[in-house]
């Protein structure tokens, strides 16, 4: 019996509060995009069984799209992996297998009969008039794999390639044409309860970054100062977002019934061990639990934007600090380059205050938006693909995913 070779890639993107599916193919030596899915996990199923949520919501975002025609990729969350970049004299393929998994010995804190390891070189750099070999090492929990396949399993789903998401925000920006040759580019991508901070280097992978942040600090600061429930917390980040007086909001964001921005979702029971080379901070915010049981207060009116601006400082400026952390140890231990720009991507990045912080504290003006629908990419008439080009910034972990299987087809 003869199988076809897929002629498509499927990206998909599973996060703590949505799912998000990119289908790409090749026309005329174009990258086209598709279709695009999206799917939000229902927060009660999330809390009683996290597995069986995220499956169902993965189920809804692919509905339309054909499975067996295509290669499906997949992504590990970013604080799940262990991600290094050794460099190694320059020596045959099958001695620089041996010393990868040396290293690897030396520097993943975890016993190597645990995790599974890939690599690849990416460069070849001069060090001290010597060539030496720059490899990306990543590494993997087997129960985090197993984890993440089981999703797809009860979807339906076989996974061809599983990738790490915020490596996917690197195949995006240059699947898209974000990246230069000369300069240094910061990827942000804003999660729901975490963010991705990627360094990329003449279009190369050069230091990632995850920390304990994301767009649910925003609405559980809401909710503790206006003493509401999430729901209006949201209602009030979104309406807030929307605010046409506000500078350099270039877009809103989606009505709350199709909305990418986070619900409050409670922080998981122990955080995972990322591949940060620094510790992220250990104030989270207070958890919101006892708020979210009661009901709004009478008292509780919708906060003017300043009132809304002030209340978004201290988790905005938690973001900062950590941003300014990773931007200083890039800057200033590791190469000594200052970072050119910083594209900004993910269901948070509408909000136009988030921008201007990030742009007054950071001293950074070559900050923009991550918008996919305004590349060389070439876009379907479809209906799904339409509502995703009036919302791409959340889609650019899928996009980078369908890419990478695009790359291997």
Known sequence: MLFSKPSKAIGIDIGTHSVKAIQMSKAGGRMCVDQAGYARIDPNKMNIDPLLAQAEALAEAIRNMPLPQSLVVGALPGQTVVIRYPRFAEMPLAELAVAVEKEAGQSIPYELSDVFLDWTVLDRVIEAGETKLKVLLVAAKHEVIDTRVQVAQTADVKFGILSVDSLALADAAECCDFLRVGETVALVNLGASTTSIHFVKDGMSNFIRDVNWGARELIQAIAKATRCDYVEAERQLLEFSADKNHPSQEAPLPSPENAYVAEAEPPPESAPVGGSMLDPFDDELDAMAEVSQKPPSPAAAPAAATGLADILATPLGRLVTEIRRSFDYYEHQLYEKPVDRLILSGGAAHL???????????????????????????????????????NSAPFMVALGLAARGMADL
């Open 352 to 390: 136009g205050l988030l921008r201007d912080t990030l742009r007054e504290d950071l001293g950074m003006d070559q900050l923009e938006l991550a918008d996919p629908a305004r590349s060389r990419l070439h876009f379907s008439n479809e209906r799904e693909v339409a509502r995703m080009q009036e």
